[in-house]
């Protein structure tokens, strides 16, 4: 069974730091999706990842992913108190298949104090 | 380019009941998943529909059934509403079937008591 695992869950950080929220997960997958949801609110898209190695950024946020290792990170760089939501990474869950089924990792609550 | 939208935003129904949600995908967008969400389990995946067609479906009972119609509006059927189906349901389109970036829609809360 494919899972998906994130930590920390939560995470309560200081503006102006820096800090990785890691995803790891269990079976074969080349494309990893990041989400953010903030309370009572859908699923934002942030990152879509498609190939081993692959970096985006956006802001302060980075996201990487090392097919290899099944593992895809999240850092946030000199963080501020719009980044507090729950962050989301989800993989295929039918790979190599014909499906959009995702399978998420359990979040991480990010709350930025002042 | 409107969002995906669904209907209706807010529900509250009895244990036993029956319910329908319906979901709307973006313009030109023909694959709609579900996801049902839940403080204790999670995001988890239902079903999923392409050109009218169930692709996928996850691991629910069969109480949990879902329709495409032609023009791509999905619906989602919970039948004898148990407490436990109270959560967000959120639905997700995307373009095609297969790895493309999925937008999902605002949900619906469904309460059961």
């Known amino acids: 069974e494919l899972k998906v695992e994130q930590n920390p869950l939560f995470l309560s950080m200081q503006e102006g730091k820096n800090y990785t929220i890691y995803c790891n997960y269990s079976t074969t997958s080349d494309r990893l999706y990041w989400y953010r949801q903030d309370p009572g609110k859908s699923l934002e898209s942030l990152f879509v990842?498609?190939?081993?190695?692959a970096v985006k950024q956006e802001g302060r946020l980075m996201a990487s992913l090392d097919t290899k290792a099944r593992l895809s990170t999240l850092h946030i760089t000199a963080a501020v108190h719009d980044l507090s939501a729950t962050y989301f990474c989800a993989v295929d869950g039918d790979y190599g298949g014909a499906t959009n089924k995702l399978i998420f990792g359990t979040g991480t609550l990010l709350a930025v104090q002042p | 380019k409107a969002g995906v939208t669904q209907t209706p935003r807010y529900l509250i129904k009895t244990r036993g009941q029956q319910v329908t949600l319906s979901c709307s995908p973006i313009s030109g967008h023909r694959s709609v998943s579900w996801y049902q969400q839940t403080p204790g389990q999670g995001l988890q995946f239902l079903f999923e529909?392409?050109?009218?067609?169930?692709?996928n479906k996850g691991n629910f009972p069969g109480r949990f059934s879902g329709r495409q119609f032609s023009n791509s509006r999905s619906e989602m059927n919970v039948s004898t509403l148990e407490l436990g189906d109270s959560a967000l349901y959120l639905c997700?389109?995307?373009?095609?079937?297969?790895?493309?970036?999925?937008?999902f829609g605002p949900g619906t809360r469904l309460t059961v008591t």
């Open positions: 529909y392409f050109s009218e067609t169930q692709r």
């Open positions: 997700a389109s995307s373009v095609r079937s297969t790895y493309y970036e999925q937008y």
């Open positions: 990842l498609l190939s081993n190695g």
